[in-house]
């Protein structure tokens, strides 16, 4: 009853930017947190953003200063904003939220299907 689907993934030149967005919708009452993370081929799962509801943002240690992260709390929509792309930028992007729907009281996570990115050289 929850979905999360990620926007805005290809295939970039070195050098390049994209923006990524994912939009949760369903029966959601409120989502605390959103986040972006990313699994590069051969690698484990890394988180790169997280952003509160009032707008906090955190990066991963490893996330370079190139990426930015924001959030709508009105469309229930984060996005990622990546200048300067690098081909060790290119891995599966994945959005997720920790939200609360209209039927269950408790948080939960929620994750989408991911976006590849691949970075050309």
């Known amino acids: 009853q929850v979905e999360l689907v990620e926007f805005g993934g290809g295939v970039v030149p070195t050098g390049g930017a994209l923006r990524l967005s994912c939009v949760a919708s369903?029966?959601?009452?409120?989502?605390?947190?959103m986040g972006w993370h990313r699994q590069a081929p051969g690698k484990e799962r890394e988180m790169v953003a997280l952003?509160?509801?009032?707008?906090?943002?955190t990066y991963g240690n490893s996330v370079p200063g190139r990426f930015t992260a924001s959030r709508d709390n009105a469309k229930n929509t984060i996005y990622l904003y990546i200048n300067s792309l690098k081909p060790e930028d290119t891995a599966v992007y994945y959005c997720?939220?920790?939200?609360?729907?209209?039927?269950?009281?408790?948080?939960?996570?929620?994750w989408g299907q991911g976006t590849q990115v691949t970075v050309s050289s």
């Open positions: 952003v509160s509801n009032v707008g906090g943002t």
């Open positions: 997720n939220a920790y939200l609360r729907t209209l039927d269950h009281n408790g948080f939960r996570y929620y």
């Open positions: 369903g029966n959601i009452r409120d989502i605390e947190l």
